[in-house]
C-alpha cells in the first residue's frame, strides 16, 4: 500500500488471535503497521480517520474473524450539549487547572499513573509497568501530541491525558487520574473538558477509540451524545438504543 503522505510502501501485520478482553468467549486479531518518523503526522492522521488506533509508534484496527464489536468513535463537536450530569461533571472538577504539555514523560506522571493502574486495571496487561514502559507510551511515535495535566489548587498533579492532535479534532489516546478522586469522575470530565477545547478551537471531533457494546470497560462510551462510529460504509450517527 502506498500512502499520499509518503513515497514508501506500507507494510500491514496480523497478530495471532488472542482471548479477547472485552467479550468473553471471543478472540481478537489486530492489523497493524509502524508509524515512521519521516512520515510526519500525516500518516497518523490518515489511518486514524480510517479507524486505526495508535499505541506508541505502532498504529493498529481490530481485524477479527468472526465478531465486528470494535468500533471506533468520534463525538462531532458542533452538535455536542452537554446533558445536566454532564454539567455536574464539569462542575466538581472546576477547581482542576489544565496545562498542555510537550509529551514528555516525567517521574510525577508516572508515579500517578502507577496509583491508576494498581486501583483500577491491577490484573490488565499494563499492570506492573516500569517507567522505561511509560517513556515509551508518551514519547514513542509521537506526531502532533501533547498531555493536558490537571493539578489541584495546591498544584497535586490530579489527572492527565495523552492526546493526539488531528486537524480536525483531538484523538484521546490514554488518560489515567488520581483513584481517590473516582468519585468526582476524572475520566468523564478529562473527555468533557476536551470537548470543550475543541469547541474553542472550532475543531469539528473528540475521537475516543473504540467502543464495544457489552463491554463493561468500553460502553460507557455510548453516553457521549450525539456520537459517530465508523462503519465500511464510512462514518454515521449513534441511535438512541444501539
Given at each position: 500500500m502506498t500512502h499520499p503522505?509518503?513515497?514508501?510502501?506500507?507494510?500491514?501485520?496480523?497478530?495471532?488471535?488472542?482471548?479477547?478482553?472485552?467479550?468473553?468467549?471471543?478472540?481478537?486479531?489486530?492489523?497493524?503497521?509502524?508509524?515512521?518518523?519521516?512520515?510526519?503526522p500525516g500518516l497518523n492522521d490518515a489511518l486514524t480517520h480510517a479507524g486505526f488506533r495508535r499505541s506508541q509508534s505502532i498504529l493498529y484496527r481490530p481485524a477479527c474473524e468472526r465478531c465486528s464489536a470494535c468500533k471506533s468513535v468520534r463525538i462531532p463537536v458542533a452538535e455536542f450539549t452537554f446533558s445536566r450530569s454532564q454539567r455536574r461533571v464539569l462542575k466538581r472538577n472546576d477547581g482542576l487547572m489544565v496545562d498542555i504539555r510537550p509529551a514528555d514523560a516525567t517521574t510525577e506522571q508516572f508515579a500517578l499513573m502507577s496509583r491508576y493502574l494498581e486501583s483500577r486495571h491491577g490484573d490488565g496487561d499494563m499492570a506492573g509497568m516500569h517507567f522505561l514502559d511509560y517513556v515509551g507510551m508518551v514519547e514513542d511515535g509521537m506526531q502532533r501530541t501533547h498531555i493536558a495535566e490537571y493539578r489541584d489548587p495546591a498544584g497535586q498533579l490530579a489527572a492527565a491525558a495523552l492526546v493526539d492532535e488531528l486537524p480536525d479534532g483531538f484523538s484521546l489516546i490514554y488518560s489515567f487520574f488520581d483513584p481517590d478522586r473516582a468519585g468526582s469522575s476524572p475520566g468523564a470530565f478529562m473527555i468533557l473538558d476536551h470537548v470543550r477545547r475543541a469547541k474553542a478551537a472550532s475543531l469539528a471531533h473528540v475521537y475516543l477509540g473504540y467502543w464495544v457494546k457489552g463491554s463493561a470497560k468500553m460502553d460507557y462510551k455510548a453516553r457521549y451524545s450525539p456520537l459517530e462510529v465508523l462503519e465500511p460504509a464510512g462514518w454515521r450517527r449513534l441511535e438512541a438504543g444501539e
Open positions: 503522505f509518503t513515497t514508501r510502501q506500507l507494510p500491514f501485520f496480523l497478530t495471532a488471535p488472542t482471548p479477547c478482553p472485552y467479550l468473553p468467549g471471543q478472540l481478537e486479531r489486530k492489523v497493524f503497521t509502524r508509524v515512521d518518523p519521516a512520515d510526519g
